[in-house]
């Protein structure tokens, strides 16, 4: 992390669906460059969290920027501003590589120059350029989602917000998805990354765990080891998940 420059505030960000409190005054601040986890079990309320700091939905109450900007009035700002992807909405899979690139670019704004270079170095970095013309829908999921994650970034945007974005891909293309992942946050991108996978919880710079709506751990993954006295952050996330009311 370069320093300590922060570009997600929240203040008791609170949102209520009637009388359910899907997520429950959580604060954090989360820093330029930094690869901030965010865990938590089935139904915790990470989706719906997340889905407020992107400027898609309207919090209940607290208080949240994002890049500097308001998160109940800056809401088309911020998506000027961020990059998101998850594994269930990433790629059109009938359209080609290539289209892909040039479509998703093109909704960020890039011009057909900066399109042109960019695609040529995105193709060249994830070795894919004899798959140009070939249709995503054909490539196998791992690719997909490494595809998916570099052109949600084209635009550099100051932050990447992943939902789940290797559910389903095996160990070594996650391995490779976040070789990506430290790529752009040394450009000073900031990524948000949500995962059920422990092994990537390990490989964040901090990472908080939300149980039933509230934050209930935040620290690095060697701080939250110490304090809650275990030795891996599978050991961590049960000790405060187990007793969950939520989830499946
Ligand atoms: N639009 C909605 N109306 C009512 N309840 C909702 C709505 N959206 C989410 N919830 C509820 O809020 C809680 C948190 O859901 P959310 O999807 O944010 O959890 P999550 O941590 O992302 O879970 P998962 O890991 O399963 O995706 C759940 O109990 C869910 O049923």
Redesign the pocket.
């Known amino acids: 992390m370069k320093n300590k420059e922060p570009v997600i505030l929240t203040e008791k960000l609170t949102k209520r669906?009637d009388s359910?409190t899907?997520?429950d005054e959580i604060s954090f601040d989360v820093y330029r460059g930094e690869i901030f986890g965010f865990l938590?079990?089935?139904?915790?309320?990470?989706?719906?969290?997340m889905r407020m700091l992107c400027g898609l939905s309207v919090p209940s109450s607290g208080r949240a920027a994002v890049a500097g900007l308001n998160v109940y009035k800056q809401t088309e700002q911020i998506k000027r501003n961020i990059g998101y992807m998850s594994q269930k909405f990433s790629l059109y899979e009938d359209l080609t590589v290539l289209e892909n690139i040039r479509f998703f670019g093109g909704i960020y704004g890039l011009t057909d120059q900066q399109l042109k270079s960019k695609s040529g170095k995105l193709l060249h970095q994830l070795e894919i350029e004899s798959e140009a013309k070939k249709l995503v829908g054909n490539l196998p999921l791992g690719w997909k989602q490494k595809l998916a994650f570099s052109i949600a970034i084209l635009h550099e945007p100051k932050i990447v917000f992943l939902d789940?974005p290797t559910g389903g891909v095996d160990p070594v293309t996650r391995r490779q998805f976040w070789t990506l992942i430290y790529e752009a946050a040394s450009r000073g991108i900031t990524v948000f990354v949500?995962t059920?996978y422990m092994d990537e919880a390990e490989y964040c710079n901090r990472v908080s765990i939300?149980v039933d709506?509230q934050i209930k751990a935040l620290g690095t993954p060697r701080e939250l080891k110490a304090q809650l006295n275990e030795t891996s952050m599978d050991g961590v996330f049960y000790q405060l998940a187990r007793v969950a009311k939520?989830g499946e």
């Not at 938590?40 to 969290?49: D, F, I, L, Q, V």
């Open positions: 669906f359910f899907a997520v938590g079990a089935n139904g915790a309320g990470k989706t719906t969290a789940e949500t059920h939300m709506g939520r």
